[in-house]
């Protein structure tokens, strides 16, 4: 029975344990599932961001080509492929560029393979003709598309960029033309990382034209849109798309977590069967499995108590932990990706200032407002620019001929105020820098740098001629020689060529800053965090860095540019290393450095036309264990203070209900003892144990009356047999008749009268009494008159036997005899003489009798026991005596004389 029990136990126990394991798993699953779900939501909207970016970057791509086709509607085919070809060369994704005017295509690049575009009419083709109405109408940029692009089948996007007729605001003029510009969607959904097989999720978009969840699905299965995990909009400059992601399959619970969650399962299972098999018994010894040890109840309750509570603690403690980890790990997350949002925000802000700087010249060049031909007003325009835009360190002109006029504030040094640069013609191009007063007007003269400068050699100067357009120009080391070395650093920016009227070059516009201002922004950003924040090109070469380490090294008038993987702080460097490593345009990772921990987070930033870059960031992971060690900290002390208190709960909740038990059970010990003393001891609110008090006290009363009850019983019985026990022996040692000591007291008292007075050496004397012709008597007067003569002889014979050592009995039918101690031959013959006397005086009248009356016989014997001599010779002495005087007459005594004289003698 007890085995079964226990059996039952360890089932309960290992089913308990199982089921606690499967819930925690399955309560991990989901956790996991959702902080997927999370993931998956953060990529996709990173994702989507980085393809409306990309595509935001695309948009404008022919607005330079725009203007100058604005400004020259009837550009020669070469030149209007010298014009495209940068762009297409530039932009890998580009398909093709095709121009028309009014709405005829005249112009194809590449040509091969497009020749059917040539000549085609869009008022012919309704199909187009939606994406060139917006575009007209909206007098700017519109993306048309998706469509199938009829060279390869696959999808492109189109942007329509409308140019109308110049002038002061050229937004009043007619239509002159279009230009578009064919990308092809699925390398731009591959820049944007949403063309991936690696993707946790399926992906589809909808929106042809820009018609939001109105348009057509254009990618992907169109069924995701019906059951989509994940919904998101992709904001177009006329429009929207939507796309819809559906999360994978998982690939499967993480072998370790599951081997964790179970190890502590069947931790805890072991740990509550060792609670359920020792709980209350000894460890060992023979009576293990004979008999169940009796265990206390507050240590039973207590245990028990603790059996339910520990793992539901336990599991408690657990889930809180994990929450604690991963609202650590989401903090962590976020500020990660804060700090590298906000870094991303002021890349994106430097990098808008040399292309909003030099859109604004370039128009105001293409409008006639700016006039290479004068130097001096150029410049004095571009200082008051300076002065607006704090970050940009050079506005400068290149002419045709390699003059150099340019406004700029130094990067380096003490003196920051602005600088006025001029190397011209005249002065053999040697550069002349002076200081600028806060009019603009030009102060002294600091320095004479280069002595021949030619900006025809100058790589911005460069990119511009070779692009024909607005154009990046690669990050390259300013080649002012300032003795101050105010100049010695790295720049970037913008370039644009500038055409006269009749389409000749006039010289490039360029507006640069310096990648030092870029440090000293992120220097700004990461100041508190512990961290480094870094610009990098995509091969790697550093812009700048947070910790402003130089990003190149000069041997001799060369520079070389500094790998972020070699760079001279070691946590850029252990970064740069990271990033190289990874191969991948944005991660995050973790990298150990002096013994810290630090969170590498990378991703890529495209310049609008230009290069990608890559911004990397690293955080100390301390920044995110403080909060979280504190939050872990205090969990692990909740649950402590949760455990301590279930302790606590536990011993006192036991003990509440232990302790009225307990002493109930004392009281019920007292009583079963027979102690009735005392009141009931507990008076308990609790109503099973008030009812337990109660009937125990109803149990005392009543066993107390029901004693005493049998105690009188046993009283009162116990003397009725004390009564009936005197009664019997009174009838056992009495003759019924006549009342007197029968024959048994008889024998016993002579025996014991013998022994006394053989120690005493006295003598005893024995009378034998016999009535005379009792025969007669019964025969005359019935026998019913003889028992009574019997009677009457019988009291005679008692009233004549008073003295303490006189026993009168029936010696058997109507023979009396009298056993006397203490009296000599003479008092016993007057005793038996008295006695004779005594029965006659009662004048029993006896009719056959010779005198009328009744009348008795009597031996006397005496004899002082000794050792030839008996009790039974002394009755013989008697009987002989009696004979005697039955033979002599009756109605007399006659005493055994011979002994009796002898032995009276030897007494007296
Ligand atoms: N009524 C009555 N008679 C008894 C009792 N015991 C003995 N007897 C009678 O006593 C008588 C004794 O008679 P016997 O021994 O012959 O002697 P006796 O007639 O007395 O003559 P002696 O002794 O020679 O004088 C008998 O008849 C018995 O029946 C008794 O308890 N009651």
């Known amino acids: 029975m007890k085995r079964r029990k226990a059996l039952g136990n360890v089932i309960g126990v290992l089913l308990l344990g199982l089921l606690v394991t499967l819930v925690a798993e399955l309560i991990d699953r989901q956790r996991q599932e959702s902080l997927r779900h999370q993931q998956a939501a953060g990529q996709l909207q990173r994702l989507s961001a980085e393809l409306e970016q990309t595509l935001g970057a695309l948009m404008p791509l022919a607005d330079p080509l725009a203007a100058r086709l604005a400004a020259d509607p009837q550009l020669p085919e070469e030149e209007l492929r010298a014009l495209t070809e940068p762009l297409l060369d530039r932009h890998r994704r580009l398909v093709n560029i095709a121009i028309s005017r009014g709405l005829r295509i005249v112009h194809v690049n590449p040509l091969a393979g497009n020749e059917a575009v040539l000549g085609m009419d869009f008022g012919l083709r309704p199909e187009m003709m939606e994406g060139v109405r917006r575009a007209v109408a909206r007098r700017g940029n519109s993306l048309a598309g998706p469509l199938p692009l009829l060279q390869s089948g696959r999808l492109g996007v189109i942007v329509r960029t409308p140019f109308f007729a110049g002038g002061a605001d050229p937004r009043s003029g007619e239509l002159l033309g279009l230009i578009s510009t064919v990308i092809d969607l699925q390398g731009l959904l591959e820049d944007s990382g949403l063309y991936d097989p690696e993707l946790p999720f399926a992906l589809a978009l909808r929106g042809r034209e820009g018609l939001g969840e109105r348009g057509e699905v254009f990618f992907g299965d169109p069924e995701l849109f019906h059951e989509a995990d994940l919904q998101r909009e992709i904001v177009l400059p006329d429009g929207r798309w939507m796309i819809a992601a559906q999360l994978k399959r998982a690939q499967g619970y993480p072998p370790q977590r599951a081997l964790w969650l179970r190890g502590g399962g069947a931790l805890l299972t072991l740990g509550l069967l060792?609670?359920?098999?020792?709980?209350?018994?000894?460890?060992?010894?023979?009576?293990?499995s004979e008999s169940m040890r009796k265990v206390p109840l507050r240590g039973f309750l207590s245990r028990r108590l603790l059996m339910l509570l520990l793992p539901i603690i336990a599991v408690q403690g657990w889930l809180s932990y994990q929450a604690a980890l991963s609202a650590a790990e989401q903090f962590q997350k976020q500020l990660a990706s804060e700090i590298g949002l906000r870094v991303h925000d002021k890349v994106a802000e430097f990098f808008e200032v040399p292309r909003r700087v030099l859109s604004f010249n370039a128009e105001q060049a293409r409008l006639g407002l700016l006039d290479v031909a004068q130097p001096e007003a150029l410049v004095g325009n571009f200082l008051l620019q300076l002065r607006q835009q704090s970050l940009l360190t050079f506005l400068s002109l290149g002419t045709a001929e390699g003059e150099y006029h340019a406004a700029s504030r130094p990067p380096r040094g003490e003196d920051r105020a602005l600088r006025m640069l001029q190397a011209r013609q005249g002065d053999g191009r040697a550069m002349l820098l002076y200081r600028v007063d806060d009019a603009n007007r030009r102060g002294s003269l600091i320095s004479r740098g280069n002595a021949h400068f030619d900006a025809r050699l100058r790589p911005w100067f460069r990119a511009a001629r070779a692009s024909g357009s607005m154009v990046w120009y690669p990050a390259y080391r300013y080649a002012i020689d300032d003795e101050s070395g105010a100049y010695d650093a790295m720049g970037i920016g913008m370039a644009a060529p500038l055409y006269g009227r009749s389409g000749e070059f006039l010289g490039v516009l360029t507006a640069d800053v310096a990648l030092l201002q870029l440090s000293q922004l992120l220097a700004d950003i990461t100041r508190h965090t512990g961290g480094v924040a870094f610009l990098a090109e995509a091969n790697g070469d550093l812009l700048a860095t947070s910790s402003r380490e130089p990003v190149y090294l000069l041997r001799g008038t060369r520079s070389i540019r500094i790998k972020a993987s070699a760079s001279d702080n070691p946590l850029v460097r252990t970064s740069g290393q990271?990033?190289?490593?990874?191969?991948s345009t944005e991660g995050r990772t973790f990298r150990e450095l002096d013994g810290e921990r630090y969170l590498v987070d990378w991703g890529s930033y495209a310049l609008p036309d230009g290069p990608t870059l890559t911004i990397g960031v690293a955080l100390p992971q301390r920044q995110?264990?403080?909060?979280?060690?504190?939050?872990?900290?205090?969990?692990?002390?909740?649950?402590?203070?949760?455990?301590l208190l279930s302790l606590l709960g536990a011993v006192l909740l036991s003990n509440w209900i232990a302790q009225p038990l307990g002493t109930l059970s004392r009281w019920a010990l007292r009583l079963g003892n027979g102690d009735w003393s005392g009141e009931k001891p507990v008076d308990s609110r609790v109503l099973e144990v008030g009812?337990?008090?109660?009937?125990?006290?109803?149990?005392?009363?009543?066993?107390?009356?029901?004693?005493?009850?049998?105690?009188?019983?046993?009283?009162?019985?116990?003397?009725?047999?004390?009564?009936a026990n005197r009664e019997l022996l009174h009838l056992s040692s009495t003759d019924g008749l006549t009342g007197l000591a029968n024959r048994r007291v008889f024998d016993a008292t002579l025996a014991r009268e013998w022994g006394r007075a053989r120690r005493a050496r006295q003598p005893l004397a024995l009378l034998m009494l016999d009535i005379d012709f009792f025969k007669r008597y019964n025969d005359r007067y019935g026998h019913l008159a003889g028992d009574d003569c019997l009677r009457k002889v019988a009291a005679t014979l008692q009233a004549g036997t008073r003295r303490a050592g006189d026993l009168a009995a029936r010696y058997g039918g109507e023979e009396f005899a009298v056993i006397a101690s203490d009296l000599d031959a003479a008092g016993a013959l007057a005793l038996a003489e008295s006695i004779r006397a005594a029965v006659m005086a009662q004048a029993i009248a006896h009719a056959d009798s010779p005198l009328g009356v009744v009348t008795v016989s009597m031996g006397v014997a005496l004899l002082v026991p000794e050792d030839d001599n008996s009790p039974e010779i002394l009755i013989k002495l008697a009987d002989q005596a009696l004979y005697q005087a039955k033979s002599q007459g009756r109605n007399r005594v006659e005493e055994a004389l011979g002994n009796l004289a002898g032995q009276a003698q030897e007494v007296g």
């Open 578 to 583: 990271a990033i190289a490593e990874q191969g």
């Open 274 to 288: 060792a609670l359920v098999l020792f709980d209350g018994r000894p460890a060992r010894g023979p009576q293990w």
């Open 624 to 643: 995110f264990i403080a909060p979280t060690s504190g939050l872990l900290r205090n969990v692990t002390l909740v649950a402590l203070a949760v455990l």
């Open 691 to 723: 009812m337990l008090g109660d009937a125990l006290a109803m149990m005392a009363r009543r066993l107390e009356r029901h004693t005493e009850e049998l105690r009188q019983q046993v009283e009162a019985r116990t003397a009725e047999l004390e009564r």
